[in-house]
């Protein structure tokens, strides 16, 4: 059973608008999660990350939104580039999972000029 | 600054043949991680290793093996290569929580 979901296989959006992809997470003592970007023929980058004790964090046009009592936790995009075409892997720990990270099955995101 | 390097970028292996990934950090990362990418599936974790000389299974070990004989180089070996093993594999590396840096991967191909 998938403990973290990417329900969206894809996605497409205009450019300057809102991108929002969206990931769900089963375990509860999951503390600290990421977004990966990954385009075609390469490894996966480092995005941005929350910790279980925020509810948002932004780095520039990605804001990351963490709902605790939902198990739920989306990534914004404003506005949405061409550049940002990708796929998208949202990715969770706990402490006690020795520190391992659990991915999701990644979202596509198409943005269409 | 090479990061995270991943030797061959592509290869085609017959059922039965064995061969061996590399991984290189250049980063002195003590952790090292192998994950498979599959369609629909993302990454898998298949072993990782919490610093030289030690090893330990991930989600989908079966048919893996890995050694981390250097901090930082982090093998997976095949010993026989099964059509299931088609897929592109990831090496990265981490210190402390930090986030993981990813090598380029390594498509393999199982005929």
């Known amino acids: 059973d998938q403990q973290v979901k990417q329900n969206s296989p894809s996605l497409s959006v205009q450019e300057g608008r809102i991108s929002i992809l969206n990931c769900d997470y089963t375990n509860s003592m999951f503390d600290y999660f990421l977004w990966y970007k990954k385009y075609p023929a390469e490894g996966p980058t480092f995005l941005i990350s929350?910790?279980?004790?925020?509810d948002k964090n932004e780095d520039g046009r990605f804001t990351v939104f963490l709902n605790k009592s939902a198990k739920h936790l989306s990534l914004h995009i404003v506005p949405s580039q061409p550049g940002d075409s990708a796929v998208y892997f949202c990715?969770?720990?706990?402490?006690?999972?020795?520190?391992?990270?659990?991915f999701g099955p990644g979202t596509r995101l198409s943005v269409l000029p | 600054n090479a990061g995270v390097t991943q030797t061959p970028k592509f290869r085609v292996l017959k059922t039965g043949q064995s061969m061996t990934l590399l991984c290189a950090q250049d980063?002195?990362?003590?952790?090292m991680y192998w994950y498979r990418q599959d369609p629909g599936m993302g990454l898998r974790l298949i072993h990782y290793?919490?610093?030289?000389?030690?090893?330990a299974k991930g989600e989908v070990p079966d048919g893996y093996n890995v050694s981390r004989l250097k901090k930082q180089n982090f093998l997976l070996g095949l010993e026989s290569a099964a059509p299931s093993q088609t897929s592109v594999y990831f090496c990265?590396?981490?210190?402390?929580?930090?986030?993981?840096?990813f090598g380029d991967g390594t498509r393999l191909s199982i005929l």
């Open positions: 290793s919490v610093g030289e000389g030690t090893t």
């Open positions: 929350i910790s279980s004790i925020k």
């Open positions: 990715a969770a720990s706990a402490n006690n999972y020795g520190q391992n990270f659990v």
């Open positions: 990265a590396s981490r210190t402390g929580r930090q986030p993981q840096h």
């Open positions: 980063m002195n990362h003590e952790y």
